[in-house]
């Protein structure tokens, strides 16, 4: 299989998938249960999820494997099931999409900061590497380390995959705007943007992106900003379907997918290669964003 970074190549500009956890709640999932115990418990729902992001024009389909490194599963009394957790969950995606599309593996953060000494370097990088090993075993041929705050955290990933996996790696921050005020975005360990692309290259990281908290308007600002500091780099973008409210159907995001996509065209002219979405996006916000590139590929 090409890798993504040849594929983009190619392809000029390449189509992620959306949400998985909203989706696994509207198929029943209880609040507090574990996300990725589900791939040995309800194969078919995983399944199906990753069938309707292909069906839906992604290129890029996501493991359910978000929260599968040990030191998460340890809240379930699961992390002894790690391996197999993220085995199947990359199987399962393998084995929807076929080999025509690239497994993305979803590896996302532990919850716990060495800088805090909640945990040393050592577990981080034997949790990532167990998790990272595991999925290629099942089938991935790409990972997004994503929905990451903290650069020790995301470079010791970052180690972890290179250095025991033939993944390719992409590693995607979450920023936030903050309130009032000239713009700016920081994540929540402080981490600018500007900081975040350098010191990723510096670890030889070919695709970055940012994924999460923001609204597809705040996320293009985010863009211009990362893309006015590096322009080599092909970037990914997965913003969220608006800003979360609770209503009386419990957590709902406002963002329609004919206004999700709006901003494709210039998510493009501002180096964005993958498009995808993050929290309350569906395969219908999927399909719209990859209609809007097809309509920029006619012009
Ligand atoms: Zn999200």
Redesign the pocket.
Known sequence: MNSIISTIKKEGILVGDG?W?TLLIKAGMQAGECPELWNIQQPEIVSNIAMSYKEAGADLISTNSFGGNRIKLRSYGLEDRAKELNQKSAYLTRKAVGEQHHVLASIGPTGKFIMMGDVSEDELYEAFREQATALEEGGADACIIE?MSDLDEAKCAVRAVKENTKLEIIVSF?FMKSTGGEERFNTFMGTTPEVFISEMKKLGVSILGT???LTVEDMNALLQRMYSFEKEIPFLI?P?AGQPKLTEEGITYPEKPETFAKYVPDYYNNGAKIIGG???TTPEHIRAVRNEIERMKLR
């Open positions: 949400g956890g929905t979450t994924n999460c908290t997965y969220n993050c929290c309350g």
